[in-house]
Nanobody, 118 residues
Framework: QVQLVESGGGLVQPGGSLRLSCAVSGLTFRWYVMSWYRQAPGKERELVAGITDTGGSTNYADSVKGRFTISRDNALNTVYLQMNSLSPEDTAMYYC???????????WGRGTQVTVSS
């Protein structure tokens, strides 16, 4: 059974930082491109950041470039999202996604809530 379990969300003040983690089980982690998405109330889910199966390449939404960093540990089957200089516009439910390389097979976690407010 494939499981993606996000953690690390919470309430943080503007300018603060959070580190999200997504622990993955039930699949061969190194075969999967990993991504973080987010969805704010009333808005569509959007891609925040992605990292290739080897970790050799990353991509980011323009809105988070220079503030967020995605990384992965293939030995621990975990992907991370370091979020710095958070603003209220970053408030959303953050989801982890695993997509098999050269395939449409993909899996989602249940999300972790990030709220940026003073």
């Amino acid at each position: 059974q494939v499981q993606l379990v996000e953690s690390g969300g919470g309430l943080v003040q503007p300018g603060g930082s959070l580190r999200l983690s997504c622990a993955v089980s039930g699949l061969t982690f190194r075969w999967y491109v990993m991504s973080w998405y987010r969805q704010a109330p009333g808005k569509e889910r959007e891609l925040v950041a992605g990292i290739t199966d080897t970790g050799g390449s990353t991509n980011y939404a323009d809105s988070v470039k220079g503030r967020f960093t995605i990384s992965r540990d293939n030995a621990l089957n975990t992907v991370y999202l370091q979020m710095n200089s958070l603003s209220p516009e970053d408030t959303a439910m953050y989801y982890c996604n695993a997509r098999m390389v050269r395939s449409t097979t993909n899996y989602w976690g249940r999300g972790t809530q990030v709220t940026v407010s003073s």
